[in-house]
């Protein structure tokens, strides 16, 4: 019993492993299209077909995202905002863009 328990365990971080794997890939093409869009400005359009290809639903499907139109739009709107993928995951950004809202907040009040 115990054998069973330790291969589910070690096949679920297995498992894991894979996903964060391919959530990277989907961060490398967002930052891909990141820097298209700054160069041609065609970045939203690129990660769109990308994500719509199979290739871009695989990948996301793997990452643990659902494939759908609304996670393509998302995409396309992540990329048009120009911010990199490991500055938007900072803490800092993060700080900053709710500084941002809470000012917001306080001028509409």
């Known amino acids: 019993m115990t054998d069973f328990v330790d291969a589910t365990a070690f ?3 297995q498992g894991q492993r894979a996903r964060k794997l ?11 299209a990141i820097s298209d869009d700054k160069k041609f400005g ?3 359009e690129q990660i769109a077909r990308w994500a719509r290809s199979r290739d871009g639903r ?7 995202i659902d494939p759908n139109e609304r996670v ?3 995409l396309m709107e992540f990329v048009s905002r ?6 938007a995951l900072s803490r800092e950004e993060s700080e900053r ?3 941002a809202e809470l000012a917001e907040a ?4």
């Open 11 to 13: 096949n679920f971080e």
């Open 22 to 32: 391919f959530a990277a890939v989907v961060l490398a093409a967002l930052d891909d």
């Open 42 to 44: 065609n970045g939203p």
């Open 58 to 64: 695989e990948v996301l499907s793997c990452a643990g």
């Open 72 to 74: 393509v739009s998302g």
């Open 82 to 87: 120009g911010v990199r993928t490991s500055v």
């Open 97 to 99: 863009r709710q500084a």
């Open 106 to 109: 306080a001028e509409a009040a």
